[in-house]
């Protein structure tokens, strides 16, 4: 299926392969209960990913497997990494000069920190969608058209547009106002022009750092709602605090926590990483039952 009309689509950076995530990384079945959901051809494998921020590490040993239109969620307490190790799935770590990332990120079987990958390219496969909406100070369709224009996509930017916010839940309310400016929406409405403006470039994944921190509940609802719907066609990777948030949404979850270091550094780091319901019901660590149920976090 097209999503963006006649629009010339910028070139994958590897093409699918198909295969089976190991058993150590997602579908681990535990004594008396069901074995999880196997999961298919992954969209990412992390592979003992570290961050370090200049001398010190923030991040270590990260191992998880994400599926296809799946959307998976990364929750824990604050600090424990679960942003940081979302932006090194689109490299925009790189971004940070004092931030270094070891390890492997396989994304469709390429290593998207090889030598020779663009980062810039992976950023059209991967979008990302951040916790506060950021609009630009632009019309709502210059804001829908600014990415495809980036990265030179060629087509009738109309008809971009409009995909992009149909596939956002957003055409209906705007398609009469498209030249008015951005900032004129409700705040639930930036954040959906936000999620369009990601799909606009045609992704295959969307990352989202804790879209609905900043929104009223009917506005969550909404997000949520549409990323049940996005997951048809893309795979999600969601940050979030909200614990129900991340039981309504997501298929998979992994819980993040921290270790103090030497002089109070922290070091985030996988806990456990397994089907939502089961993290949420029959979690195996001690640690994933305290913060799910509010003991501590």
């Avoid at 009917?218 to 549409?226: F, G, K, M, W």
């Amino acid at each position: 299926m097209s999503r963006s009309g006649d629009v010339t689509q910028p070139e994958p950076i590897k093409a699918t392969t198909s295969g089976t995530v190991p058993a150590s990384l997602a579908d681990v079945a535990r004594d008396g209960s069901e074995a999880p959901k196997q999961m298919g051809a992954p969209i990412f494998e992390a592979r003992d990913v570290n961050v370090h921020y200049g001398d010190k590490l923030a991040v270590r040993d990260v191992r998880l497997a994400m599926g296809e239109h799946e959307i998976t969620a990364l929750i824990g307490p604050s600090g424990c990494g679960k942003s940081t190790f979302l932006r090194c799935l689109n490299r925009m770590n790189d971004l940070i000069p004092s931030a270094k990332v070891d390890g492997e990120v396989i994304y469709h079987g390429q290593d998207l920190y090889a030598s020779e990958v663009d980062p810039v390219q992976v950023r059209k496969h991967v979008g990302m969608v951040f916790q506060k909406p950021n609009p630009f100070p632009k019309s709502i369709y210059d804001n829908i058209a600014f990415g495809p224009r980036v990265v030179g996509m060629k087509g009738n930017m109309d008809d971009v547009v409009e995909s992009a916010l149909r596939r956002a839940a957003l055409w209906d309310e705007v398609k009469d106002r498209l030249k008015t400016n951005a900032f004129g929406m409700s705040g639930g409405q930036q954040q959906r022009l936000c999620i369009a403006r990601a799909l606009a470039t045609s992704p295959d994944v969307l990352l989202m750092d804790e879209p609905c921190s900043a929104l009223d509940p009917i506005s969550t609802a909404r997000i949520e709602d549409l990323m049940l719907e996005l997951k048809k066609d893309y795979s999600i990777v969601i940050v979030t605090h909200n614990m129900q948030q991340a039981a309504r949404v997501s298929d998979r979850t992994a819980f993040f926590t921290v270790d103090l270091a030497d002089e109070g550094h922290r070091i985030g780091h996988v806990v456990e990483f397994d089907q939502t319901d089961t993290i949420f019901s029959n979690p195996s660590d001690s640690r994933t039952e305290d913060y799910v149920t509010g003991k501590f976090g």
